[in-house]
């Protein structure tokens, strides 16, 4: 069983803990998901089956989208709604038009520092080892990327939260994002709900429940086989490259193979780094490659083999 699952994943658990029940559900089968989220966010997780679990870092990279609730007025220890109340601060008048500029001023590149509470690596030991012991640390910024930041809901003065999409590069953390926002508002902020609706092309239209894979999962499992996206469809953001029986054969076997022995049609434009999908003449999936080298020089190589 290979393949890439959507999952919906509930409020509660933590991502390995989403893994480790579909690894009861599906015995003898590799799982591992492609991209964290934290125990009180929902939404959209990816989770890649037996051969899949070789491209998670392939998923990795792709953007993500979240639609996030922030409560005004406060500063917790964790940037959410699970940790400890840290300061509360009144807050000021203000407008849509004000949130909005916020929100403006925060969108494009820029350097984010991680929260105090997450599994950012600080000299070997996640960020919250050392929060819970007490220990300030200064871990590096981190460069990201927010490509929207919509206002999708603000009732002030009669509720002090507002609701917001974010679309944005991976390692973003909107806990830190709502701390931003509520700083540049002058009334603090917390994240009080998230939910992530889509990573790449993987969106919540798409994603089922841990109780439907478990249904999936009973008998035969031929019906969670056909709700299982395939590998190279999961892989869709890569161009794909049909090459002949010879070629597929160099890559099997680890060997590279030059661009001018590939078919004619090949684009100008493809660049050194740049992954492809490879398939044999009869349209079967049979290798990630990448393109490196220069000039007249140009080879693929694998990356991965199926």
Request: proline share 7%.
């Amino acid at each position: 069983m290979n393949g890439l699952v959507v999952v919906n994943k509930p409020y509660g658990p933590t991502s390995h803990q989403v893994v480790q029940e579909i690894r009861r559900l599906i015995p003898k089968v590799k799982v591992g998901h492609a991209g964290t989220l934290d125990p009180a966010a929902t939404g959209v997780l990816p989770v890649c089956l037996g051969k899949a679990t070789r491209i998670v870092e392939y998923l990795m990279d792709l953007p993500k989208g979240y639609r996030a609730e922030l409560e005004l007025g406060a500063t917790t220890e964790t940037g959410d709604a699970q940790g400890k109340v840290i300061e509360q601060f009144p807050v000021p008048p203000l407008t849509r038009k004000q949130v909005e500029q916020v929100f403006k001023s925060l969108t494009g590149e820029q350097q984010q520092v991680p929260p105090r509470y997450s599994a950012v690596k600080y000299r070997g030991k996640p960020m919250y080892y050392w929060a819970r012991k007490g220990i300030e640390v200064k871990p590096k910024p981190r460069k990201i990327h927010i490509y929207r930041l919509e206002l999708v809901q603000f009732n002030y003065p009669d509720l002090p939260h507002l609701i917001l999409e974010a679309e944005c590069s991976r390692g973003t953390y909107i806990r830190t994002l709502a701390e931003q926002i509520g700083e540049r508002l002058c009334s603090g902020a917390f994240l009080s709900a998230l939910q992530r609706t889509f990573v790449g092309p993987f969106t919540l239209k798409q994603a089922v429940s841990l109780t439907e894979i478990q249904d999936w999962a009973g008998a035969d499992q031929s019906t969670l086989r056909t709700n299982i996206i395939p590998i190279d469809k999961a892989l869709a953001h890569f161009p794909g490259l049909t090459l002949t029986a010879v070629n597929i054969q160099h890559l099997q076997q680890g060997r590279t193979v030059s661009l001018q022995q590939c078919p004619e049609g090949m684009v100008a434009s493809w660049k050194p780094g740049q992954l492809f999908r490879i398939y044999e003449s009869g349209g079967v999936f049979k290798s990630l490659s990448v393109l490196e080298g220069s000039g007249n020089e140009l080879q693929l190589y694998p990356q991965i083999n199926f």
